[in-house]
């Protein structure tokens, strides 16, 4: 079964402009983790936070924890076309290893 | 291309067959992982190994499914008497024992498997 829900469900944008995505989860974790994945290919990792830590930035991403909450975002600044993919959240459960992913935002972005 | 490969990329089958997949890890990664992605849904768990040890199993991996890693290199995944509610992609992540819980995933392109 999913772990949560990630918000929106899609997304579509114009280039250069920001796109956020937000994921929910319902169990403590150790960690969560983005990643990235285009049409009918594997995952990639984008970023992983850790659940003492609050931000933390890669390049164009930013992400958020907010374990109180349970929830996460994830900030892509300054778009490009080439970002065209859905976006996954994925928690580790604390004392496991296995990912447990969202649902998933599909984000679209405009040329 | 993240260094794990999968084999076959594409497997087209009839309902009762048994089919077999093929995950190759990073060479230098002990952890194993294969999990199961429906149209739509964002991936599952199905197993885990560390070295050749199968560590855990998702209440998913029914009877039909059985997975190895023999020498603790690569790993096959079978299913037998395939039905149709199998057709997924089957992908197979590795990543490399460290300290922390804190070991980041690597994912192979998937295997596509349809069943008719």
């Given at each position: 079964?999913?772990?949560?829900?990630?918000?929106?469900?899609?997304?579509?944008?114009?280039?250069?402009?920001?796109?956020?995505?937000?994921?929910?989860?319902?169990?403590?974790?150790?960690?969560?983790?983005?990643?990235?994945?285009?049409?009918?290919?594997?995952?990639?990792?984008?970023?992983?936070?850790?659940?003492?830590?609050?931000?933390?930035?890669?390049?164009?991403?930013?992400?958020?924890?907010?374990?109180?909450?349970?929830?996460?975002?994830?900030?892509?600044?300054?778009?490009?076309?080439?970002?065209?993919?859905?976006?996954?959240?994925?928690?580790?459960?604390?004392?496991?290893?296995?990912?447990?992913?969202?649902?998933?935002?599909?984000?679209?972005?405009?040329? | 291309?993240?260094?794990?490969?999968?084999?076959?990329?594409?497997?087209?089958?009839?309902?009762?067959?048994?089919?077999?997949?093929?995950?190759?890890?990073?060479s230098e990664h002990n952890r194993l992982y294969w999990y199961r992605q429906t149209l739509g849904q964002g991936p599952e768990f199905l197993t885990y190994f560390q070295n050749e040890a199968q560590l855990e199993k998702s209440r998913l991996l029914s009877d039909r499914f059985s997975a190895e890693r023999p020498k603790g290199s690569f790993s096959t995944l079978e299913i037998q008497r395939t039905e149709q509610g199998d057709s997924a992609m089957y992908l197979c992540?590795?990543?490399?024992?460290?300290?922390?819980?804190?070991?980041?995933?690597?994912?192979?392109?998937?295997?596509?498997?349809?069943?008719?």
């Open positions: 079964s999913q772990q949560g829900e990630e918000d929106p469900q899609a997304l579509s944008i114009q280039e250069g402009e920001n796109a956020t995505m937000n994921c929910s989860y319902k169990t403590s974790i150790n960690n969560l983790q983005w990643y990235r994945q285009n049409s009918g290919r594997g995952l990639v990792h984008l970023i992983l936070i850790r659940s003492n830590e609050r931000e933390k930035h890669s390049g164009r991403l930013r992400v958020t924890l907010d374990t109180s909450k349970k929830s996460s975002s994830l900030l892509i600044t300054a778009s490009r076309a080439a970002d065209t993919a859905s976006y996954f959240c994925a928690t580790v459960g604390t004392g496991r290893r296995a990912l447990t992913f969202g649902s998933g935002t599909r984000l679209q972005v405009q040329p | 291309d993240t260094g794990v490969s999968q084999d076959p990329r594409h497997k087209i089958t009839k309902r009762g067959q048994n089919v077999t997949f093929r995950c190759d890890p990073i992540a590795s990543s490399r024992l460290a300290g922390g819980a804190t070991d980041t995933q690597y994912f192979g392109p998937g295997t596509r498997l349809t069943v008719l």
